[in-house]
Nanobody, 115 residues
Framework: QVQLVESGGGLVQPGGSLRLSCAAS????????MGWYRQAPGKEHELVAD???????NYAESVKGRFTISRDNTKNTVFLQMNSLKPEDAAVYYC?????????WGKGTPVTVSS
C-alpha cells in the first residue's frame, strides 16, 4: 500500500523558514509526479507545488519565489523548502502523487506561522 510520511513542520515566526520532508513507499516513486498540498482550517486541499519525476518544479502563484520543491529518487523522498513564511501559509502540509493523489493520504505535518 501507498505510505506517505510527512515531517518537518512546526511553529515559525513570519519571515522564517522550514524544510518539510515526505518519505514515500509502496509505489514506484521515481516514475511519479509528486505534489505538496496544504489544508488550512475549514478549507479543502490546495496544491502548493508539484515536481516531475525528473525534478522540474511548478508552484502556486502564492508561493512562487519563496518555496522550492525537490526530490531524491534514490531515497524516495520529496522536500519542500519554505522561506519568507507568511501567516497565510499556516496549514497542515501533505505530500501525494500529482495530479491524481492516492487515496491514502498521510497524516500531514502542521505549519504554524505566528509572532
Amino acid at each position: 500500500q501507498v505510505q506517505l510520511v510527512e515531517s518537518g513542520g512546526g511553529l515559525v515566526q513570519p519571515g522564517g523558514s522550514l524544510r518539510l520532508s515526505c518519505a514515500a513507499s509502496g509505489f514506484t516513486f521515481w516514475t511519479k509526479r509528486m505534489g505538496w498540498y496544504r489544508q488550512a482550517p475549514g478549507k479543502e486541499h490546495e496544491l502548493v507545488a508539484d515536481i516531475t519525476s525528473t525534478g522540474n518544479g511548478n508552484y502556486a502563484e502564492s508561493v512562487k519565489g519563496r518555496f522550492t520543491i525537490s526530490r531524491d529518487n534514490t531515497k524516495n523522498t520529496v522536500f519542500l523548502q519554505m522561506n519568507s513564511l507568511k501567516p497565510e501559509d499556516a496549514a497542515v502540509y501533505y505530500c501525494n502523487t500529482y495530479p491524481l493523489p492516492a487515496p491514502d493520504w498521510g497524516k500531514g505535518t502542521p505549519v504554524t506561522v505566528s509572532s
